[in-house]
């Protein structure tokens, strides 16, 4: 089964849940957990699984040969992302705007582009008995987060649980972490800002027609109007965990997953059989 863990925002506490649930799993079951999380990869910061293999992960770009270049133009006004510009009658390429679509190669009439690899990122790939790990790690100032994620999904494919750790918000690398899983369960505080953005995780989970479940996390008192919302959207709240200063504390001497299954196992165990229900 694959679960996506998500978040409207960041800091509510999903990589801790993601985490710490994978763990859980992996007493029993093969699991896998694979943070797609790519801009801030640190799911391994808390399972802390030695890295047995990594890779690059390439796109494609444009290369010109000026050589065979005319200056038409047609390039230019094929990219929609601008990364192709003409500067007195010879294309200039701009990579980090490219999107590899490989449009400009296919409307060059004089064969003067070729595609050439450029590395967006790395993967990286570990096992610990029953746990398995893979999470992308994207190059400094890179905007191509998809690719990597396409090849993070790609591992452990076998596992019994396969749990993303998906990207906090809603857009492009979120949807693409979301998709693809068999559930979402989204990791929501209890405030106003953290309602609003859960509500568009949420709406991403519902437009792409995937069940949807809620950890209420960091809980200091009844938002209503959170509460109200899942009561009329019908969605399960799978556990609801107090705001504890020692998450936090057990984060900062990387002890966090000890501590959440020490404190809060009953939270974990109902998230569990939730799971395991949806399978049966």
Do not use: W
Not at 87 to 92: R, S, V
Not at 235 to 251: K, T, W
């Amino acid at each position: 089964m694959k679960i996506a863990i998500a978040s409207g925002k960041g800091g509510t506490g999903k990589t801790t849940i993601s985490t710490t649930l994978a763990y859980y799993f992996a007493q029993q079951f093969p699991t896998a957990l694979l943070d797609c999380d790519v801009e801030e990869p640190d799911a391994n910061i808390f399972l802390n699984i030695p890295v047995s293999r990594t890779f690059d992960v390439d796109v494609l770009i444009p290369q010109v040969d000026m050589d065979l270049c005319t200056g038409c133009g047609r390039c230019e006004k094929m990219c929609q992302y601008n990364a192709i510009v003409l500067i007195k009658g010879k294309p200039l390429v701009l990579p980090e705007l490219c999107h590899s679509c490989g449009g400009c190669y296919l409307v060059c009439p004089e064969k003067a582009i070729k595609e050439v690899k450029r590395s967006v990122g790395t993967v990286e790939v570990g096992v610990n008995g029953n746990l398995h790990y893979a999470g992308g790690i994207l190059n400094i100032g890179e905007h191509m987060a998809i690719p990597l994620i396409d090849e993070v999904k790609k591992e452990h494919y076998n596992a019994t649980f396969r749990i993303v750790d998906a990207p906090p918000g809603s857009s492009c690398p979120v949807v693409h972490s979301m998709q693809g899983n068999d559930l979402i369960i989204i990791v929501v505080e209890p405030t106003p800002f953290g309602f609003h953005d859960a509500v568009l995780a949420y709406d991403v989970a519902k437009t792409l027609n995937i069940p949807c479940a809620v950890v209420i996390n960091n809980l200091v008192e009844e938002y209503k109007p959170l509460f109200s919302f899942l009561e009329k959207e019908n969605i399960p709240v799978l556990a609801v965990i107090p705001h504890d200063v020692d998450v936090a504390r057990s984060c900062a001497q990387g002890n966090c997953i000890e501590y959440m299954l020490t404190k809060y196992q009953d939270k974990f165990e109902a998230i569990m059989r939730y799971i395991k229900e949806k399978v049966q």
